[in-house]
């Protein structure tokens, strides 16, 4: 699998580094025209610098690691418009949005899964500082990371790189959970900031059943997350995983 990255900043090289170091093959674009090798990329031939429509043109899979304004600037001018059914990682966060990209009860998973009707949208590794990827683990357990969307073969395909990483993917339900996530990261950016962690911080989320909780749902808020061929390749959840919010038996009936 070829995966592409939108975004060369320190997030985006920390992740290509990671990709690479697993043997995959890499696409990588910044913000400008430039495609010269910087030097941090320079020693992994797994990682290829290349224009913009060539990663979203090659990319079996594309990870959107830029800031938010420039992700939502590349699909208003239509250069992510070749989507083809294919899986996106938003792995942006707006926190540093223009005045008017999103509002009340809106948030930049919702609005770039709008403005990306042609990709399956997944909000994913927005809750991970460049500084984890490559040594994924804190006090020697593997940190957790939540991901939403929309399409469960999308999400399943998105564990999976994940799980390639050295992360705990844990599905999180649709697309509309996108604002948790996206508040989620900035709780972490804050106490980053207040304990100078530099940027080695994590959870680990405690589960009865971890594997299980790595399965996307097959519906949310009781209302289907996309056409019936999608939910056919997933089993309806176990029972144990449905009986309380985290896999408790219920309280007995007084």
């Known amino acids: 699998m070829i995966v592409g990255i939108l975004g060369?900043?320190?997030?985006?090289?920390?992740?290509?580094?990671?990709?690479?170091?697993q043997g995959q093959s890499v696409l990588i674009a910044g913000r400008t025209h430039a495609v010269r090798q910087p030097p941090v990329l320079a020693a992994y031939p797994e990682i290829h610098c290349v224009p913009t429509s060539t990663v979203v043109a090659g990319a079996d899979l594309l990870?959107?690691?830029?800031?938010?304004?420039?992700?939502?600037?590349?699909?208003?001018?239509?250069?992510?418009?070749?989507?083809?059914?294919?899986?996106?990682?938003?792995?942006?966060?707006?926190?540093?949005?223009?005045?008017?990209?999103?509002g009340r009860g809106r948030s930049g998973g919702r609005l770039l899964a709008e403005l990306l009707p042609r990709w399956r949208v997944v909000k994913a590794l927005n809750t991970v500082p460049a500084g984890m990827l490559g040594e994924p683990v804190l006090d020697g357990r593997p940190v957790t990371v939540p991901l939403a969307g929309d399409h469960p073969s999308a999400k399943i395909e998105s564990a999976g790189l994940l799980r390639g990483l050295g992360f705990v993917p844990v599905d999180v339900g649709g697309i509309d959970r996108a604002p948790a996530l996206e508040s989620l990261a900035e709780l972490l950016m804050a106490i980053d900031n207040q304990h100078a962690l530099r940027g080695r911080l994590g959870f680990c989320l405690a589960l009865p059943d971890p594997s299980a909780?790595?399965?996307?749902?097959?519906?949310?808020?009781g209302r289907a997350p996309g056409p019936?061929?999608?939910?056919?390749?997933?089993?309806?959840?176990?029972?144990e995983s449905i009986r309380s919010p985290l896999g408790r038996p219920p309280r007995p009936s007084r």
């Not at 985006?12 to 580094?17: I, K, T």
């Not at 019936?228 to 029972?239: D, T, V």
């Open 8 to 21: 060369r900043g320190r997030m985006g090289s920390a992740l290509a580094r990671a990709l690479a170091g």
């Open 63 to 102: 990870v959107l690691v830029l800031p938010f304004a420039a992700a939502v600037e590349l699909a208003l001018d239509g250069l992510l418009d070749d989507g083809r059914g294919r899986t996106v990682i938003d792995a942006t966060n707006p926190t540093t949005a223009p005045a008017g990209t999103t």
């Open 213 to 221: 909780m790595a399965q996307p749902s097959t519906t949310w808020g």
């Open 228 to 239: 019936a061929a999608e939910r056919q390749r997933l089993a309806p959840p176990a029972a």
